[in-house]
Each structure stands twice: as C-alpha cells, then as structure tokens.
C-alpha cells in the first residue's frame, strides 16, 4: 500500500530522527526565526501593511523566545567542553586555545543568556536585562571570533599537508581526497562563523547592517546547521 509505503520509507525514519534532536528542532526552528526577520524587513521596505508584516515579526520573536527555552542548561555542556579541550595534550596548541576560547565563550553566552530568560518571557522583570543581553552578546561574539580563527589555521595547515603530498602515487590520492574532505567542511562552517558574527556584532553595534542581512545571513548559518545535523543523523 502507498500509505506502508511513505510510513517505512528511509527518509522518514531519516526525519523523525533528526527531529528527535534538540539540536535538529533549534536548527529548523532558527532557520524559520531568521528567514522571518529577513522577510519581515522586505515586506516593510516594500511598503506592505503592517498586519501583512504582524505574523512574520511574531514568528522572530515566538521562535527566538522558544529556542531560548531550549537553550536552558546548555551551558554546563560548553563548560565541559572547554575543561576536555584544556586536559588534551596531543592537540594542536592553536586549536587547543582556539576551542578553549571558543567553548568558554560559548559557555558565558548561554550563562547570561539564560539569567535574561525570565525577563525575555515576561515572567519576571529584571532591570539588568538589557546589560546582561549585551554581555552575553559579547561573549558569542568573542567565541565565533575564536572558531574563525581554528577555522582559518586549520585551512593554513590542510594546505601545508597538500603541498607535502606525492600524488603520483594511491596513497597521495587518497589522502589528497580526505584533505579536501576536511577543507570543503572547515570552509562550510568558516562560511557558517562568519555569517553567525553579523549577529551579535550587529547587536554590539560593531556593524551596521540593516535586519534584512543579518536575516538572510542568519538564515544561510541556520540551513549550514540543519544540512549538519541531517547527515550526523543518516
């Protein structure tokens, strides 16, 4: 029957697992919040009514609010991280202080995040809202900075594998294909970084870009995570 057919169909099963996620769920749910912000300031530019614009400024904040929820303890998780990535004697001491740096800024980031929940959902007002916010936009800020930065030492150093390569025989192809496997994955989330940094470096007001970049920006970020997580979850 076609009904057994599209109910045992890999991509189904393929689906509920990634939707199993909390990780899978943010991702989707991120990417709608910031295709939102995007398309909110498009049809504001174009001069549409303001109720044509009401449900796509909702979904921004709705969504945002949720994905905050789902954020809640998430930070204990960086904090473990950055303790493993300190405790590593055989990585590389640039990329060693790179996730140290990235994990603790990351870790503060949800800290905050996670003190301003109350206020963000109108629960309980907290005076020092605006500042923590802030701060913890700083510390995301900082972190993104610090992936970059492993991101492009980590393109420095496949390139310097590559050069190093006799190609003239199995073996150099194979690892020139592995190289290239890990260069076009460091360059997705050097793309998906530096996308991330009009975000909150708009926030600090380090840029100046209008809702309708940052939202396409956080979009393309946000479609980096789910095609991630969908092949993590294959």
């Known amino acids: 029957m076609v009904a057994d057919a599209v109910a045992y169909h890999p991509t189904v099963a393929h689906y509920l697992r990634f939707l199993a996620t909390t990780v899978g769920r943010d991702k989707l749910l ?24 009401a449900p796509f400024e909702a979904i921004k904040k709705q969504f945002g609010l949720t994905r905050k929820a789902l954020r ?4 204990v998780e960086h904090f473990k991280a950055a303790a493993v990535a300190a405790d590593n004697k055989s990585l590389d001491p640039v990329l060693k ?29 907290l005076a020092s809202a605006k500042r923590l916010q802030k701060e913890a936009y700083r510390a995301w800020f900082a972190g993104l900075i610090f992936n970059a930065t492993a991101g492009l030492y980590t393109l420095w150093q496949l390139r310097q594998r590559e050069q190093s390569i006799d190609k003239s025989n ?16 460091t360059n997705l989330q050097l793309i998906s970084d530096l996308c991330d940094l009009t975000i909150p470096g708009t ?6 870009l209008d809702d309708g ?3 396409l920006a956080g ?16």
């Open 213 to 215: 970049l940052v939202g």
């Open 72 to 75: 809640l303890g998430k930070n």
């Open 97 to 125: 202080y790179c996730a140290i740096g990235r994990q603790l800024g990351y870790a503060t980031y949800l800290s905050l995040d996670a003190v301003t929940y109350l206020d963000s959902a109108g629960i309980r007002p």
């Open 203 to 208: 926030a600090l007001a380090y840029t100046n």
């Open 30 to 53: 991120r990417t709608l919040q910031y295709f939102s912000r995007f398309y909110a300031w498009y049809l504001f530019r174009t001069n549409n009514p303001a109720r044509v614009i």
């Open 170 to 185: 199995g073996e150099g192809v194979v690892e020139s294909k592995k190289i290239q496997r890990e260069r076009n994955s």
């Open 219 to 234: 979009t393309v970020s946000s479609l980096i995570g789910v095609w991630g997580t969908w092949k993590k979850t294959a």
